[in-house]
């Protein structure tokens, strides 16, 4: 279990762990991007815990902050749709990016779960479980 802890990073499609190295390159959304080395295809990793605090923060206070602006402002000041758009916008990528990473990390768990499966599947030279 030792391995999962650290600077390790499991391939989603090959299983294999891969020890990460320099700056991790992100994508949009802060999912991190990696080339895996094995099977020399594209998998990302599930998004550090400072983004996931971040848009869940967005995510529960978006819609408040709409409430409570709605409630304050009169029945003339509603008419503001663009920022309403882009509001809307950055409100579905949080959800699109909080609902993939839930996916991610269920990936993960999974690969894990092969990666250790294939580990033991290896015949065993030394006596050592
Ligand atoms: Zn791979």
């Not at 499609?13 to 020399?40: D, I, M, N, T």
């Not at 003339?76 to 749709?81: A, K, R, S, T």
Request: aromatic share 8%; net charge positive; with cysteine.
């Amino acid at each position: 279990m030792a391995q999962r802890l650290g600077k390790t990073v499991i391939c989603t499609e090959c299983h294999a762990a891969l020890a990460r190295q320099g700056r991790v390159k992100r994508s949009f959304l802060g999912f991190g991007r990696y080339s895996c080395p094995q099977c020399g295809k594209e998998f990302k990793s599930p998004l550090p815990r400072s983004y996931i605090v971040t848009y869940w923060i967005a995510a529960v206070g978006i819609p408040v902050g709409c409430v409570v602006m709605g409630v304050q402002s009169s029945v003339e000041d509603l008419g503001d749709f663009a920022s309403l758009a882009e509001v809307g916008i950055v409100y579905i990528c949080i959800i699109i990016a909080l609902v993939r990473d839930a996916s991610l990390k269920k990936k993960v768990r999974h690969a894990w779960q092969e990666h250790e499966r294939k580990a033991t599947d290896i015949p065993q030279q030394s006596t050592q479980a």
